[in-house]
Structure formats: structure tokens, C-alpha cells
């Protein structure tokens, strides 16, 4: 697994749970559909009803969400979703051996 922090924009061509899924394989070097499934750990309507743009709004200023998935902080502010690697917890191991099991 990368040691790097990946940051990916999020935009109107993407929905959100898109943008975290392929900055989550970014930073881990991992295909996206070996990724645990984000619904394991978020509730990935909800994320993008936060977070999508819509109509050129944005997210109240200071909306921030950080969940841990794939051995990794996700965050979510500002316009961007920034993965932090090294962050594993024992029920993303057990998440993540579910998804590997499907």
C-alpha cells in the first residue's frame, strides 16, 4: 500500500461516492472493485446528498465527513475528498475480508 495522501476534486461529472472510490484505490494501489463496498462503512446516498453539487451550490462552509475504509482516512471538505493511508481499524479488516469473500 502507497504512504502517500491522495486528493482528489470533486466535480458535477462525478458523483461523490465515485470520486472517493477511485482516490481510495488511488492510495492504495488497489483496483477499485477490490475495494471493501463503501455502504459497509457509509451511507453512500447520503454522502452524495451532502456533498453533490447541485444547481452551483455547495456545501454549507465548514461541512466536513471522515470515515475509515480500506486501511484508510477519508475526509471530505472543501470541495475534495483526501485519503490518508495507514489508518486501519479491526472492523475495516473485517469489512474488507467480507468484500474479499464476495
Do not use: K, W
Request: hydrophobic share 35%; aromatic share 2%; charged share 20%.
Amino acid at each position: 500500500m502507497s504512504a502517500t495522501e491522495t486528493t482528489r476534486q470533486l466535480s458535477r461529472a462525478d458523483e461523490v461516492c465515485t470520486t472517493v472510490a477511485l482516490a481510495v484505490a488511488d492510495a492504495t494501489e488497489t483496483p477499485v472493485d477490490e475495494l471493501p463496498p463503501l455502504y459497509s462503512v457509509i451511507d453512500p446516498d447520503a454522502l452524495n446528498d451532502i456533498f453533490q453539487p447541485r444547481n452551483g451550490d455547495r456545501p454549507p462552509a465548514g461541512t466536513h465527513v471522515s470515515f475509515v475504509i480500506a486501511g484508510c482516512t477519508v475526509s471530505i471538505r472543501d470541495g475534495a475528498v483526501v485519503v490518508s493511508p495507514g489508518t486501519e481499524t479491526a472492523d475495516d479488516r473485517t469489512a474488507s475480508a467480507r468484500a474479499s469473500a464476495n
